[in-house]
């Protein structure tokens, strides 16, 4: 599978603010997913979008799957301590995934 | 409660050496994945497996090795092929009716002596 292209490739916030990260790709997919890894543990899925167009949210974190299907993005509104962490996106076609390299994220508190 | 565990949580492997990583799920799962994941980069597919008794290469196959002699289980064998082992591995699962949405579990960092 390929490699995403996900932006920034890191970040730092100030505690409160709202943050932004995206994914594209040369390839259309199926499904988006966003995930979120803390050091030395697996990734937790966040948000699955399934549909061209979608929106949707998970308390503070909002993503939606872009209308060309090469593309995502994902918000999370009001940064506080714990949203320390990678964030990946991932393209699902078929069975198999494909992975942005991540987004990291630091809050400054 | 249901979920994915995988063992153990460090691995080291001395030069030569085959060593087998455990990843089981109690979750129904049909499907399940092996990934390697380096410092900076995403995940990197190396097995998969849709159905018991069956499993497919993934992009970076080589120097590993799997079984799916269960459906809850996809151990992964690294071995002695395989140069550069040192790496946090990675089991998920899905199914068909969750939209085959990947699940993960906690991760086995291996490393070499």
């Known amino acids: 599978g390929q490699q995403l292209n996900q932006s920034p490739q890191s970040m730092f916030i100030q505690e409160g603010e709202d943050v932004s990260m995206n994914c594209t790709s040369s390839?259309?997919?199926?499904?988006w997913l966003w995930y979120k890894q803390d050091p030395g543990e697996g990734p937790v899925l966040l948000i699955a979008l399934y549909k061209a167009g979608e929106l949707t949210s998970n308390g503070r974190l909002t993503a939606q799957f872009g209308i060309t299907r090469k593309d995502s993005f994902l918000n999370i509104s009001a940064s506080i301590p714990s949203d320390v962490g990678i964030y990946f996106c991932?393209?699902?076609?078929?069975?198999?995934?494909?992975f942005g390299a991540g987004t990291t994220v630091t809050v400054r508190a | 409660d249901g979920g994915i565990t995988q063992s153990p949580k460090y691995l080291f492997r001395k030069e030569g050496q085959n060593v087998t990583l455990s990843c089981e799920q109690n979750?129904?799962?049909?499907?399940m994945y092996w990934y390697r994941q380096d410092p900076g980069q995403g995940l990197r597919l190396i097995y998969y497996s849709q159905i018991v008794n069956d499993f497919q290469k993934g992009d970076i196959a080589e120097g590993y090795s799997v079984s799916r002699e269960k459906k809850e289980s996809f151990p992964l064998t690294v071995t002695s092929a395989q140069k550069n082992p040192t790496a946090f591995y990675l089991c998920?699962?899905?199914?068909?009716?969750?939209?085959?949405?990947?699940?993960f579990g906690p991760g086995t960092r291996l490393l070499v002596l």
């Open positions: 998920a699962s899905s199914s068909a009716t969750g939209g085959e949405t990947q699940y």
């Open positions: 991932a393209g699902q076609a078929d069975y198999k995934l494909s």
């Open positions: 979750l129904n799962h049909d499907a």
């Open positions: 390839s259309i997919f199926n499904t």
